[in-house]
């Protein structure tokens, strides 16, 4: 008698769990967002000002812009004085058509 009695408390408990857990609201975790998402939006808000920005801005801000083809720019500005248009990074050596292409949306000239 008192094995039926634990063997059905152990089961009322069990159950009583198994209920508690399925009745339990499931919560959904939000699938992340892709990254190329989360990119884009970084992209937009980061515009680059050809003619007052640093070497580090450039390497930071710009997508295959390293140390040194920053410093490029830099150098050229100082030298040439201040772009007029954004096309004018194409004569920067190491700025080719598909790297300006690749920067056009964050680029500008102020």
Not at 20 to 25: D, F, L, R
Not at 66 to 93: C, Q
């Amino acid at each position: 008698m008192q094995k039926l009695n634990i063997s059905s408390l152990i089961f009322a408990f069990l159950s009583s769990l198994s209920v508690a857990t399925t009745a339990a609201p499931s919560i959904k975790a939000e699938a992340p967002s892709p990254i190329s998402t989360q990119m884009s939006k970084t992209e937009q808000s980061n515009k680059v000002y050809l003619n007052t920005a640093d070497a580090e801005t450039f390497r930071r801000d710009l997508f295959g812009i390293g140390t040194s083809k920053a410093k490029a720019i830099v150098a050229y500005r100082e030298s040439r004085g201040p772009f007029r248009a954004v096309d004018e990074l194409l004569e920067v050596k190491g700025i080719g058509k598909a790297l300006l292409e690749k920067n056009r949306e964050r680029l500008v000239i102020d």
